[in-house]
């Protein structure tokens, strides 16, 4: 028998549920697509699971189960009804992310041919490159304190690490993705940081940068933060795979998704490119609590209710994009191939804008099933 691709499917929260059991359905009819087959193994950590254990975050007990797979594949979390935001996205992403060691986070900036960009004058042609975000360091090591709490003159102070060897992994990764890309007759690397102002945390930054200036194979260079924003405006074209840190990365990946058509078709590799530990994939949309709850003449969402007509309204290509993502991590080329070109399609339709989700998953079974 075939050796499985083990992938462990952690739904999250609403429309995460919703996105990931979608997109399930379309990979069980991929089989003829697969080298080798998939079994999906379930674990329901959310907001409930958070509440009925008292956690604050995944323990131990999680972390073995789950580093026992090849990959996770993580709807979306969170559920306002439940617990505040940040509980849920420091307790499993940050926790997955560092103790995984799951160093990159990988962003494609890629604008679907065919699907109109908010600037105009841009085309897939010209958006069309990756930010590979620092995913275990930076402003997210979750450290810091709080001075003088409760009065006047309360101060909170945020650390953020950065050392040489986060940068120079992430570099190295980086690098080979722009072999992969091969966009250009030379990988072009850009280091996007503050080091005008952070001067202590530009320190292995800019010490990593110095370093690959010097190499012939590649091509380095080097932007603050604030102008690669305008250049990813103004001039996108100019980029092939970028590296930044966390919360930079953070920021100017959600700016990347609008480019590149929306928030609907953006999506996340949280990668350890090791192997020592399984990545996680996941689309970048949220749980979508507006599509899921009934909501007051204020607009709040109404604890415990269901809208089963709003779940429709969801769109499942983000999740369709990031398993396919998962999938060529996998070594899994035809069937990833098979399920980018599905969402795709969905997109690009004359109708899509106003399909119900069962409407595009089951054009999504289609195309994937006529595959070969």
Request: net charge neutral; aromatic share 10%; proline share 4%.
């Amino acid at each position: 028998m075939d050796a499985e691709h083990r992938v462990a499917l952690i739904p999250g929260d609403l429309n995460g549920i919703t996105v990931t059991e979608a997109t399930v359905k379309v990979v069980g009819e991929m089989g003829h697509l697969l080298k080798n087959p998939i079994k999906h193994t379930r674990f329901d950590y959310n907001a409930d699971y958070f509440l009925a254990k008292n956690i604050k975050e995944l323990g131990e007990e999680e972390l073995s189960k789950l580093k026992q797979f090849d990959q996770i594949y993580l709807g979306a979390i969170g559920d306002p009804t439940k617990i505040k935001p940040g509980i849920l996205e420091v307790g499993i992403l940050l926790k997955l992310r560092q103790a995984f060691d799951q160093y990159v986070n990988l962003r494609p900036v890629v604008l679907p041919e065919g699907v109109p960009s908010i600037i105009i004058g841009k085309t897939s042609k010209d958006i069309n490159f990756e930010i590979c975000r620092e995913n275990s360091e930076g402003l997210y090591v979750d450290a810091g304190w709080i001075e003088k709490k409760g009065t006047e003159d309360e101060a909170g102070y945020q650390i953020m690490k950065c050392t040489y060897k986060g940068v120079k992994r992430l570099a190295e990764y980086a690098v080979e993705r722009a072999r992969l890309r091969k966009k250009g007759a030379k990988p072009i690397l850009h280091f996007v940081f503050k080091t005008n102002v952070l001067t202590y945390a530009a320190s292995p930054w800019q010490r990593v940068f110095e370093e690959y200036k010097k190499r012939t194979d590649i091509e380095a260079r080097y932007m603050h933060i604030d102008n690669f924003l305008m250049q990813m405006i103004l001039k996108p074209e100019q980029f092939d795979v970028v590296i930044t840190e966390n919360m930079f990365g953070d920021i100017a990946t959600d700016a990347g998704a609008v480019i590149q058509g929306g928030i609907g078709s953006a999506v996340s590799g949280n990668i350890n490119p090791t192997k020592n530990f399984p990545s996680m994939f996941e689309p970048i949309h949220g749980t979508a609590p507006d599509k899921w709850y009934e909501t007051t003449a204020n607009g709040e969402y109404v604890p415990g209710t269901f809208v089963k007509e709003k779940v429709q309204e969801m769109k499942p290509e983000a999740a369709f994009l990031s398993y396919a993502m998962m999938l060529e991590e996998m070594g899994e080329s035809t069937a990833a191939s098979a399920l980018k070109e599905a969402a795709l399609n969905n997109i690009r339709g004359s109708q899509y804008k106003t399909k119900k989700l069962d409407e595009l998953v089951n054009d999504a079974i289609k195309f994937v099933k006529e595959r070969k």
